[in-house]
């Protein structure tokens, strides 16, 4: 719990939560990178002045235990946000091809999903869009409570495993890409991927990664479209490639 002293406010690493379970709507959420700050390597508690967080008018305004410190974006995520540049790229680049299809917007929501996919997929040592559970990308952004008119997911790189999986030819050591670069490539040179990845009908798309062992990348992206296409022109959306 972070503490306060006086005007000033005292955090401790281990108050520091993931954004995904800081959710309570009563916290004030503070990113480390507003304040100039790299808590994620402190090895004990900092000290910061109460006025100086945002969203805190003066000090003593807001009590500290409803002052929430949440760890700063990893590398991962970086990674991510990468790859929503690569494919907009892709989208600018080969506007002809896909009708002139707009840059696609960052969604948190969609890129949890498509996050715990890349994951799974790693811990139940699998490749596909369906997962060990029996559900696809429409129903796992389903649960989620996201809302869409036509989905599309883009899987790229395989756990690390010398076991066949699932859709895998036997004998042979599968693992992810080295980089990021390297994944949307891969994608572009595959028509089915190709085609979600230049959709004009998608608006939104979130990238999930995952680290295998030996510290290539595993991939997911999930695309959708949120805008009012008529339903006709969107069928082709409706497909689920890798």
């Known amino acids: 719990m972070i503490s306060s002293q006086g005007d000033d406010i005292i955090i401790r690493p281990e108050d520091m939560l993931p954004r995904a379970e800081a959710d309570d709507e009563s916290l004030i959420l503070i990113n480390p990178d507003d304040l100039g700050l790299s808590l994620?390597?402190?090895?004990?508690?900092?000290?910061?002045?109460?006025?100086?967080?945002?969203g805190v008018p003066y000090a003593g305004a807001v009590p500290a235990e409803l002052i929430q410190i949440i760890l700063?974006?990893?590398?991962?995520?970086?990674?991510?946000?990468?790859?929503?540049?690569?494919?907009?790229?892709?989208?600018?680049?080969?506007?002809?091809?896909?009708?002139?299809a707009m840059?696609?917007?960052?969604?948190?929501?969609?890129?949890?999903?498509?996050?715990?996919?890349?994951?799974?997929?790693?811990?139940?040592?699998?490749?596909?869009?369906?997962?060990?559970?029996?559900?696809?990308?429409?129903?796992?952004?389903?649960?989620a409570g996201i809302k869409y008119l036509a989905c599309g997911e883009n899987i790229a790189g395989s756990p690390t495993m010398q076991s066949p999986g699932e859709n895998l030819v036997s004998d042979q050591i599968y693992t992810g890409y080295p980089t990021v670069e390297q994944a949307e490539t891969g994608l572009m040179h595959s028509p089915g991927h190709r085609n979600n990845i230049l959709n004009r009908y998608f608006t939104h798309l979130g990238v999930g990664i995952a680290r295998?062992?030996?510290?290539?990348?595993?991939?997911?992206?999930?695309?959708?479209?949120?805008?009012?296409?008529?339903?006709?022109?969107?069928?082709?959306?409706?497909?689920?490639?890798?």
């Open 212 to 242: 295998n062992p030996d510290g290539t990348l595993v991939v997911t992206q999930n695309f959708i479209e949120r805008t009012g296409a008529p339903f006709g022109q969107l069928l082709d959306s409706m497909r689920h490639t890798h």
């Open 72 to 100: 700063p974006p990893g590398e991962l995520y970086h990674l991510e946000r990468r790859m929503l540049d690569l494919i907009n790229d892709d989208r600018a680049n080969h506007g002809a091809e896909s009708g002139g």
């Open 40 to 54: 994620a390597n402190e090895t004990g508690p900092v000290i910061i002045r109460m006025e100086d967080l945002p």
């Open 103 to 143: 840059p696609l917007e960052w969604d948190d929501a969609v890129a949890a999903v498509a996050r715990a996919h890349s994951e799974d997929m790693i811990a139940q040592h699998y490749m596909h869009h369906v997962n060990r559970v029996g559900l696809g990308p429409e129903h796992r952004l389903r649960q």
